[in-house]
């Protein structure tokens, strides 16, 4: 791709750099940006730039927050005594839109992946264990993806802290609410059939 | 979307303005950007910042350039009497990319859509005029795309210039170069008939 304009070839770089984006996305949005008011692009660069440069995370669960404690770890109305491992902040978000989940959330910041240079020791896990350790948690509730990383850290953690009088859950696998069986997964579907529950446990959630 | 932080939804916010990027894509970037180096925002914002301030627009082609007058326009070796319409910067690189034209281009800015609220005063169409009635164009070569708008834009241009001695032409439609003719659409293949060239004259072109 030519580019008559150095300005514009930059500009189309370094937007191509996130993932997802490729040159001609890159270029079709820059293009947008050209068009549009400039101050459109001026709030753009400054909100990247100042939640770059400000946002903090929190110290406790590590989950992005503007203060130094997150509104939820903050929340005396929360039980903090049950923890939910999550692998990043969507994951948060997500489960934070059911309203279904009233205790607090630890993120990890990822999983566990040799092939991505991913080990241990980047992660936060070491934080979640002193918790456990420190005796104010009664259940860890794994909430990672179903993949081998995901498998592989929850395992990783579990080992760290089995021999301590806590409660370690992970969430229930099946199949989806509204989904047909004819269209599931056979993993999915075997399992779901493996770690069926009582009927009347199936009408308390509803 | 509950964010737990007002800088990283502001960056959400703007991110999602951006044609084709909803929340959930913007977040993504969003934190793909919170796990690279500080640089890479930094990078971006400038980039698209200066861009924005400082990108200028050839003075005769109305192209993307960092200087007054662009490099198409400024080479003498290409034929300056023969203009190619285009509707926007990324036609010029999709057309300079095939290395088969040697004229120059002029750059509407778009297409007259009144859906769009798009009117022939805000297309460089008066420019555009002046340069035929100026005498110095033996030829315009409409390459705009083949829908109702881009049909009417050519005709727009076509009546204020019609009655000067100059060539107007269009760029070929028909099948693609590799194309099966059974999954043409009608229109194509039936105009690629009406429109069919003497064999000798396809020899030429390969």
Do not use: W
Request: glycine fraction near 6%; charge should be negative.
């Amino acid at each position: 791709m030519e580019f008559s304009s150095k300005l514009l070839e930059k500009a189309v770089h370094e937007m191509s750099q996130l993932p997802g984006i490729g040159k001609r996305t890159a270029l079709r949005l820059v293009l947008h940006l050209l068009k549009q008011p400039k101050d459109q692009t001026t709030f753009l660069s400054q909100a990247l730039t100042q939640m770059r440069e400000e946002v903090k995370f929190c110290g406790s669960c590590h989950n992005i927050s503007d203060v130094e404690i997150c509104e939820i770890c903050g929340n005396d109305k929360r039980n903090h005594q049950i923890i939910c491992v999550v692998e990043d902040i969507r994951d948060v978000m997500a489960i934070e839109n059911t309203r279904q989940f009233k205790g607090i959330y630890h993120v990890l910041g990822g999983k566990i992946s040799p092939i991505d240079g991913v080990g241990p020791s980047q992660l936060n896990i070491n934080t979640l264990v002193e918790k456990v350790k420190a005796g104010n948690v009664t259940e860890l509730i794994f909430a990672l993806s179903s993949t081998m990383e995901g498998d592989t850290t929850n395992f990783f953690i579990y080992r760290q802290i089995k021999d301590y009088p806590i409660i370690t859950s992970t969430i229930a696998r099946g199949i989806a609410v509204g989904d047909e069986l004819e269209y599931a997964d056979e993993v999915t579907l075997g399992r779901s059939i493996l770690q069926r529950i009582p009927f009347e446990n199936s009408l308390k959630n509803n």
